[in-house]
């Protein structure tokens, strides 16, 4: 029976975990425990002007200095343990404010440090060391390394969080002294730097996360706005009931950003690949697709194109490898027809219900395209308990499956298919697969994960079909914006109108 540790699932990701936590080790101080939710300051969007949070008086948005003013669906949420990697909106009003030992660089397309000053491995990189020589929170208190321990104690408090997973690899965390923290690992992981740059991992105060004191460059005024010591702009956050209203406040000229989800339909502003994958693992341990001519019979046959277009619209590019190049599909993708029809079935393809019904759409698309080619396909929608019981069990033949990463990463994508993963639900095994990932993840050496790729896709044990996109609809009132994968705001790209 297999365990899954971390299945990514609709347009989202539903996780389960095993696995031993990471021991944890820190300075001496208080226990202080943070409130469940932050305390929320924001304003409810209407078909009235938008008020200043607090006076119920109408605002211009440019008095006082210049505001932009973002839709948040639902409550902004200012703590990175209750924000999902896969909510745009979530990920940028968190990297306000919060800040992590390092960050993701856009422009460079790497990792840089953030709050820590100085990063370093002397073993290979199964340790890793960061300091903290001169980073303070906003209200001045220096942040140290049992801030740091704090921090990361708090997202693997939840075992299930893919946050938490993604530190599976890490043993302990200890402070080595007020301002130095090491992580030890199990193995060496070159990618580390990057994999705490997301949000995800920012180092929160001691009291109560709510924005009032933070490690970003905002901070949660006394008037409800984010303001900064470092940027001259403030951000003001509008709770909107759902995004339809948020689209229709933009549209007034109430809001300044919007993100979109995959199922928007119309034109958006801003565009960039996100972190978010969209596969279905083929499972080669069922009769019918053990032989690998059957399981390359599956994967030809399917359009990527047609079948992303079909479920998600412009909300999501096909793609025809694990780890894509680029965004578009390169043709051919999948959908060619055989000469004679491949009669292979039954196949039980099954993926998790949910209320967009996109799920549903994309694994009728896939079996309709698998009916074209003569294979004989089932779809079947089930709750996530059922998905994970089933999946588990290794009761069905391709199994919606996916990849949320935390950066840009060959390393998150290729690793669910080692031997000796909790998320192989292909039950694909190969000792050369496994020293060439362990190999990358020494060196960081893309021609070895490029090397393992091409292994998985001759074996044929995943069928990649898209990523998706964030997307944004932006006003005319911001001259330049750039987003970065999951969402946040490249704040140096940031500049307004005159």
Do not use: K
Request: glycine share 10%.
């Amino acid at each position: 029976m297999r365990v899954l540790a971390v299945l990514c699932l609709t347009a989202v990701a539903a996780s389960a975990c095993s696995g031993e936590r990471p021991v944890l080790v820190r300075e001496p101080r208080p226990e202080q425990t943070a409130p469940p939710v932050a305390e929320q300051v924001v304003d409810t969007a209407s078909d009235a002007p938008l008020a200043d949070a607090g006076s119920g008086e109408a605002v211009d948005p440019t008095d006082g200095g210049p505001v932009v003013r973002v839709g948040v669906v639902g409550s902004p949420v200012l703590d990175p343990v209750l924000v999902s990697a896969v909510d745009p909106t979530g990920m940028a009003v968190l990297d306000l404010v919060t800040d992590g030992l390092t960050e993701w660089d856009p422009q460079r397309n790497t990792w840089a440090p953030a709050l820590a000053d100085d990063v370093w491995t002397d073993d290979g990189g199964r340790s890793w060391r960061f300091t903290l020589d001169g980073a303070s929170f906003s209200d001045g208190t220096a942040i140290r390394a049992d801030d740091v321990v704090r921090s990361f104690e708090r997202v693997l408090g939840d075992g299930l969080s893919l946050p938490a997973t993604r530190l599976e690899m890490v043993d302990a965390i200890v402070a080595v002294d007020p301002t130095t923290v090491a992580f030890e690992l199990s193995e060496p992981f070159a990618a580390f730097p990057a994999l705490v740059s997301s949000p995800l991992y920012g180092i929160v105060p001691g009291g109560p996360v709510d924005g009032r004191v933070t490690s970003g460059p905002f901070r949660v005024a006394g008037d409800g706005r984010l303001v900064s010591d470092r940027f001259a702009h403030a951000f003001h956050l509008v709770s909107i009931a759902n995004e339809a209203s948020a689209v229709e406040a933009f549209r007034r000229g109430d809001l300044d950003v919007v993100f979109v989800s995959a199922g928007h339909v119309g034109p958006t502003t801003v565009s960039v690949a996100s972190a978010v994958e969209i596969h279905y693992a083929l499972n080669a341990s069922a009769p019918v697709l053990a032989d690998v001519e059957h399981r390359r019979a599956v994967v030809d046959a399917v359009s990527r194109t047609r079948v992303t277009e079909a479920a998600f619209g412009e909300g999501a590019g096909a793609i025809g490898r694990l780890v894509p190049a680029a965004l578009a599909c390169a043709a051919p993708c999948g959908g060619d027809q055989p000469e004679e029809a491949a009669d292979l079935g039954p196949i039980s393809l099954v993926y998790v219900a949910e209320p967009t019904g996109r799920e549903e759409a994309l694994a009728d698309a896939v079996v309709g395209e698998l009916a074209d080619a003569g294979i004989d396909a089932v779809a079947t929608g089930l709750t996530l308990d059922d998905f994970v019981d089933q999946v588990s069990a290794g009761e069905h033949e391709m199994v919606r499956t996916g990849w949320v990463g935390l950066f840009p990463s060959a390393d998150s994508q290729l690793a669910p298919y080692r031997s000796t993963s909790p998320d192989n639900v292909a039950g694909f095994s190969s000792g050369t697969f496994d020293d060439l990932l362990t190999a990358a993840r020494t060196t960081g050496g893309a021609s070895l994960h490029g090397e393992a790729q091409a292994m998985l896709q001759d074996e044929a044990v995943v069928l990649p079909v898209a990523r998706l996109r964030v997307r944004a609809l932006v006003s005319d009132r911001i001259a330049s914006i750039e987003l970065r994968h999951d969402g946040s705001i490249d704040l140096d790209s940031l500049r307004l109108a005159n």
